[in-house]
């Protein structure tokens, strides 16, 4: 995964971009390797106490899906 702060000056920012439907493909200008960007799911959880048997149990109440990248700001000049 490419860190944030990896892309914060212009000799760092991406040769090449590839964008697929499951994934996310990256080269830096200054490096030979190549970082692969997938999707990862998350999700929202409910814990309810079952009064009968009295244990946890647990549902999914949502789930979120993304490529798990921050973006920068980047310097430019006018």
């Keep these: 995964m490419i860190h944030p ?6 000799e760092n920012w991406p040769r090449s971009l590839s ?3 499951d994934k996310i ?3 830096m200008a200054d490096e030979k390797r190549e970082y692969v960007l997938k999707k ?3 999700e929202n ?3 309810v106490l079952d009064a009968t048997t009295k244990e946890l149990e647990e549902d999914i109440v949502g789930t979120f899906t ?6 920068s700001l ?5």
């Design 19 to 21: 964008l697929k439907s």
């Design 45 to 47: 959880r409910k814990y």
């Design 25 to 27: 493909t990256v080269n």
């Design 66 to 71: 993304q490529y798990p990248i921050k973006l």
């Design 40 to 42: 990862e799911k998350w």
């Design 5 to 10: 702060m990896e892309l914060t000056s212009t």
């Design 74 to 78: 980047g310097h430019y000049s006018a």
